[in-house]
């Protein structure tokens, strides 16, 4: 894992706990503006918290088990008592307990001696979007595509797949589809990947966009490099949303062919959407690549074509004129 990541994390996991601590210590001053009687309760289990610590720190040859397990039964009944006045005065039982983001690790990043879930999944995004920031995102969005520059029958196509895509991101969430994003250069593909892969960020999900053989290399030098690294790919299989732009523009090799199926396939097999983008047709995609991949797509993917005429082009007359 980067450090620079690592301590990102960690930084991030601090700052939760941090918070939790503040939103629980404001919580409680307002209890015991509001409710004195709650103060005198929380008073009375901060002290049977400490006479307990104190009894097992300095009575270590003695036997004190009935003593603990009273101290144990009188802290109970005062919670249950506390949480009862909390419901009577309008609040929610647990208004007082802490409150982490992650109930797992309490926003440690730790259960045991290994890494809690939650602790890998912001790793996971804050290195997702490194490898984003070459993207431009944000110079993409739905607002800024114009239909206009299709022409009848194209027009209508399109219209449905601008449609379909903005339902698409607006929507999103684990168990949406995955698509395929076919035709001719120019028609608006990557325009509406990006705008699908803004959208999702901004709703707060993890989303991986680069090109097939960026995405490729890097899983390739990781695999063959000293180390055998597997972060990569790992955030790859693992990420909400992954963008894979430019399907047939890298190199034809046995791994590439391999890491593909293998992508696809298990994101598939994990219910996790990927959208694919390609100038190829079916057929070209059929001559390219390996029947499993072909099929996969094919009977998997919400398969979008692309029509029209080149959008760069006609904006490249219209500035000329």
């Excluded at 990541?5 to 001053?29: G, H, L, P, Y």
């Excluded at 949406?176 to 994003?181: E, H, K, P, Q, W």
């Excluded at 963008?243 to 890491?259: P, R």
Aim: proline share 1%.
């Amino acid at each position: 894992m980067d450090s620079a990541v690592f301590e990102r994390a960690q930084a991030i996991m601090t700052t939760r706990r941090m918070k939790a601590v503040s939103e629980n210590d404001r919580r409680i001053t307002e209890i015991n503006q509001k409710i004195p009687q709650l103060k005198e309760i929380n008073d009375a289990l901060y002290s049977t918290g400490k006479e307990l610590i104190d009894l097992i720190t300095s009575r270590k040859n003695e036997d004190i088990s009935q003593k603990i397990e009273e101290l144990k039964r009188n802290n109970m009944g005062a919670q249950e008592m506390s949480r009862k006045i909390l419901v009577a005065n309008g609040y929610p039982a647990d208004y007082l307990d802490m409150h982490y983001s992650c109930p797992k690790c309490n926003d440690t990043g730790y259960c045991g001696n290994e890494f809690c879930d939650c602790f890998k999944q912001l790793c996971g995004k804050l290195s997702a979007d490194e490898l984003n920031k070459s993207a431009h995102l944000k110079l993409s969005s739905f607002e800024s595509f114009s239909l206009s520059y299709y022409k009848g029958d194209d027009y209508f196509t399109m219209k449905d797949i601008f449609d379909f895509t903005r339902n698409y991101a607006n929507s999103f969430n684990n168990g949406s589809c995955s698509i395929l994003m076919f035709g001719e250069t120019g028609l608006g593909k990557t325009h509406l990947s990006l705008a699908i892969a803004n959208c999702v960020l901004n709703n707060g999900y993890s989303v991986i966009y680069d090109s097939i053989i960026n995405i490729l290399r890097k899983i390739e030098q990781e695999h063959f490099s000293r180390e055998h690294s597997s972060e990569m790919i790992d955030m790859v299989m693992n990420t909400d949303l992954l963008i894979m732009d430019d399907l047939g523009t890298e190199y034809e090799s046995t791994f590439y062919s391999a890491t593909i199926y293998n992508i696809i396939n298990s994101r598939l097999n994990r219910g996790k959407p990927t959208i694919i983008s390609t100038n190829l047709d079916f057929g070209g995609i059929k001559h390219r690549y390996d029947s499993r991949v072909v099929s996969r797509i094919i009977s998997a993917y919400k398969c979008l074509e692309f029509k029209g005429e080149d959008v760069r082009l006609q904006m490249w007359k219209e500035q000329m004129k």
